[in-house]
T-cell receptor
């Protein structure tokens, strides 16, 4: 158990809908990352937050948004869902978000868009 | 062309064999190199981390980085069935926290 908690574990929703994925980082970790893992694209970095502020952005679609709250948990919002958004969404956390600091991954949320 | 290329496998080897996993990359700014292991239905977990070129050993695992060739390797000695997993290489430039991952190599160790 990495200490990073993601909910829900599984989510099935219809195209056009909006969903929210939640992540609780390890105790003491200030930085949260979101990744998307699909069969054809592999693990893709979406966005990073550090202590409530956005720190780095990857190939995150405009339909997707995220935030980190004062208690350091984070939410990833996905809207106007398309079939191609079906993937595993991982959250990771690290103490300080530096490149040489280990990031611990949660078990992921499997999103299926039908 | 992807920034990081990794042979997806699958790769099957007998127990006790030496396994070699590799990635090539195109971005010369990459300075930090990692190997993650991902078991089925789990999140990735960090195995090895190296900075710049050179070798690093940790138990049965050895990571090598050759920046001149833009090539990194992970060697697993005395492979065990419990090593069966998908292995992902990852890297990022100095000062930029976002990791760029390879697509992963699926490894099976046959008892």
């Amino acid at each position: 158990d990495s200490g990073v908690t993601q909910t829900p574990k599984h989510l099935i929703t219809a195209t056009g809908q909006r969903v929210t994925l939640r992540c609780s980082p390890r105790s003491g970790d200030l930085s949260v990352y979101w990744y998307q893992q699909s069969l054809d694209q592999g693990l893709q970095f979406l966005i990073q937050y550090y202590n409530g502020e956005e720190r780095a952005k990857g190939n995150i679609l405009e339909r997707f948004s995220a935030q980190q709250f004062p208690d350091l948990h984070s939410e990833l919002n996905l809207s106007s869902l398309e079939l191609g958004d079906s993937a595993l969404y991982f959250c990771a956390s690290s103490v300080d978000g530096r490149p040489n600091t280990e990031a611990f991954f949660g078990q992921g949320t499997r999103l299926t868009v039908v | 062309q992807k920034e990081v290329e990794q042979d997806p496998g699958p790769l099957s080897v007998p127990e006790g064999a030496i396994v070699s996993l590799n990635c090539t990359y195109s971005n010369s700014a990459f300075q930090y190199f990692m190997w993650y292991r991902q078991y089925s239905r789990k999140g990735p977990e960090l195995l090895m981390y190296t900075y710049s070129s050179g070798n690093k050993e940790d138990g049965r695992f050895t990571a090598q980085v050759d920046k001149s060739s833009k090539y990194i390797s992970l060697f697993i000695r005395d492979s065990q069935p419990s090593d069966s997993a998908t292995y992902l290489c990852a890297m990022n430039p100095f000062g930029n926290e976002k990791l760029t991952f390879g697509t992963g190599t699926r490894l099976t160790i046959i008892p």
